[in-house]
């Protein structure tokens, strides 16, 4: 299964990955938990990519595609992967075609998770997550039983440091103008399912199990 999945920052991209991974033994790959990865790494790529990161930007194309490139390549691709947050650029998209088409693969399905702008900026501004274990909560809905200490694992709760005000504005903005025609793509290659992202998410995980099962 060669899934991507797409949507505004917010949506509930990262909460579904984590449900499709559970059930669909194929790697969850985020470029957004790579950069973050590289820049606690302080890796020279790191140092980079938290520039635009922090601007609410995104990460120039050349950097992102390698990346990815380098990932898919890797075995355990071999029966599937999930896609989150990559491509976000109509440049990204027509790369990851190329590279697919090197390793005789192709996208078969893109999910596309929407919400209202008001609902994805109230849940960005409550998401929180754990510095260790990286189990997100959000302050308003989910919140860990202890202000400030994973459930899980007892580690430190942090929020990202573009979950911040202008910061969300800025991706939201950046959403729109250079990810959303991306839709149109996937559309036109008739690979795209649109998700409503505005409720439960066990609601919308059964939409997605149901979208795969059909493939
Ligand atoms: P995310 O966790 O997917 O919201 O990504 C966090 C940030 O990482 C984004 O705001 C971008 O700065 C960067 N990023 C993640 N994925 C990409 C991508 N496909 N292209 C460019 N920048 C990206």
Redesign the pocket.
Known sequence: MNIILMGP?GAGKGTQAELIKAKYPIPHI???DM?REAVSNGTQMGKEAQK??DA????PDQV?IGIVEERLAQSDCAKGFLLD????TTV?AEALDQTLKKLNKKVEVALNIAAPDEILIERLSGRVSCKDCKKVYNLSYSPPAQAGVCDICGGEIIQRS?DRGETVAK?LEVYNEQTAPLLKYYDECQLLHNLDGNRDSREVFQEVVRILESL
Request: net charge positive.
């Open positions: 920052p985020s470029t957004g950069f635009y990161m609410g930007k995104l990460v992102t947050g990559f491509p976000r990204q573009d991706r």
